[in-house]
């Protein structure tokens, strides 16, 4: 009997979009989930439950256990985890000063020169955040350029004082990791973290996971469909959301920090070291309040949720341009979930898997559908004001209408378009935290529309009202 459930096993591994069923997930969840991930309009996703020790998947699409997907910010639990190692191995320690292992590392708070530890980037303790217009990451695509863009630059607060969350904290944590190990970053994670604990399917290299030709392309929604868009990552950017991996091993690694898959002991020390949160500033999350009323707390690449339980919840969730991801481990439910997607989305799967398994059935609301269909909207109204200015501009040239022209509608159409443009290039900036080129690679694709047709509105509105004004000072010089 054993032999005949081991191969009925392998047959599921083998099957691309199937899910090994065990009594971890019932079919009713097990239809909720799939549903969700559909009604999200995800072309691709992959669900990995650990439950009572037992190990499930649910796959979408045509996903197999083998597909690549980017994984975004879980992968500082993997770079929190190498700078541990390197600790462990003596290597460094996390009090050590940045510029100690960083020499060309240079920051200022208030005109000052101050000092920044490995400990501040690991907990977002150092004075980075995530204002991508003060801090770039996306679109520095060097490690020269970094530098440059760092040498003296101003910190946001004062190192430890506070806790902000900031992509640049670990991308730091990446240099260093070469700089102690004296290896590349790809070279350090694959060789002494990926390979050694059975994670083969795990890649901080694009190049070398787009060659295995099992990368789940990535998309973006886009007028109520999900659109293939395939935006560049830059490599230095690989320790702070870059790496791409498997439904399997992001299972692995959830299971190995988890525990319910044995490590050595040296990993096991690092496992356990990495789940501490900050203990200076026990600063909350700034700007997020957990839906469930739990008190967020950050460790070395891992979100620690206190909800008045003994244990606390801990995992992390992901996003690039184009890509999805959400791990959770739950100690009280004895429940781990992992979903990756390759759409872009901000929609808490994980606790929605974990629901679903325990019987309550939740409806995800993401913010990108609404922000398309509002985007969609504003379209209509846009589109509606330039053929209401064409049709009268052709009523009065070549029709038997009005001949007197008019001022009103194209100043009108002029104040909105330009309103509109006005809040885009200046208001979103400002609003996301990010330049307008990287919120255009994050937002749906119907906003290159929007601003096409603001832009479409702006310059015919401008143009009757140049020519109807024209028209009006001409007759009246006649009169």
Not at 136 to 148: Q, W
Not at 341 to 359: C, F, K
Not at 453 to 462: N, P
Request: glycine content about 10%.
């Amino acid at each position: 009997m054993k032999k005949f459930l081991s191969i009925l096993l392998v047959c599921a591994l083998l099957l691309g979009g199937s899910t090994i069923a065990t009594a971890a997930v019932s079919p009713e969840a097990h239809d909720h989930i799939l549903s969700e991930l559909a009604r999200a309009r995800i072309p691709n996703a992959a669900v990995a439950v650990i439950q009572g020790g037992e190990l499930s998947y649910i796959l979408h699409g045509d996903t197999q256990h083998d597909t690549l997907f980017q994984i975004g910010s879980i992968a500082k639990s993997m770079t929190g985890f190498g700078v541990l190692l390197l600790e462990d191995m003596g290597l460094l320690t996390v009090y050590d000063s940045v510029s100690q292992h960083l020499p060309w590392f240079n920051v200022r708070y208030n005109g000052a020169p101050v000092d920044l530890t490995i400990y501040n980037l690991l907990h977002h303790t150092s004075g980075f955040t995530s204002d991508e217009r003060r801090f770039p990451t996306v679109v520095v695509e060097t490690k020269d350029a970094m530098i440059a863009q760092l040498d003296g630059i101003e910190l946001a607060f004062y190192p430890s004082s506070d806790f902000t969350y900031g992509n640049v904290n670990y991308i730091l944590l990446g240099f260093i990791i070469e700089s102690v190990s004296g290896q590349t970053y790809d070279q350090f994670m694959t060789q002494e973290v990926f390979h050694p604990l059975g994670l083969y399917n795990t890649f901080t290299n694009a190049v070398n996971a787009h060659a295995t030709g099992r990368v789940a392309g990535g998309h973006r929604l886009g007028f109520l469909r999900a659109r293939p868009f395939d935006a560049a990552f830059p490599a230095l950017t690989m320790p702070t959301g870059g790496i791409y991996a498997s439904i399997a091993d992001m299972a692995r690694w959830t299971g190995i920090h988890f525990g319910t898959i044995a490590v050595s002991e040296q990993f096991q020390r690092v496992v356990q070291r990495s789940h501490i949160h900050h203990h200076v500033t026990d600063a909350p999350f700034e700007g997020h309040e957990d839906p469930w009323g739990a008190i967020i707390h950050y460790g070395a690449g891992w979100f620690s949720y206190e909800s008045g339980s003994p244990s606390a919840n801990i995992g992390h969730a992901g996003s690039t341009f184009a890509y999805s991801s959400d791990l959770m481990m739950f100690p009280d439910r004895d429940m781990a979930v992992v979903v990756l997607a390759n759409l872009r989305t901000n929609l808490p799967w994980a606790p929605m898997v974990a629901d679903a398994l325990e019987g309550e059935f939740v409806n995800l609301r993401d913010i990108h559908a609404t922000m398309d269909i509002a985007f969609m909207a504003v379209i209509g109204v846009v589109l509606v004001a330039l053929f209401g200015q064409l049709a009268f501009g052709l009523r009065r040239h070549f029709g038997n209408g009005e001949t007197t022209p008019s001022l009103v509608g194209p100043g009108v159409s002029l104040a909105i378009s330009g309103a509109g443009l006005l809040a885009i290039y200046a208001g979103l900036p400002v609003a996301t935290n990010a330049p307008l080129s990287t919120f255009m690679a994050m937002m749906p694709a119907s906003g290159e529309f929007l601003i096409a047709a603001f832009w479409a509105l702006f310059a015919y509105s401008a143009g009757a009202l140049a020519v109807n004004g024209f028209v009006l000072w001409c007759n009246a010089q006649r009169n």
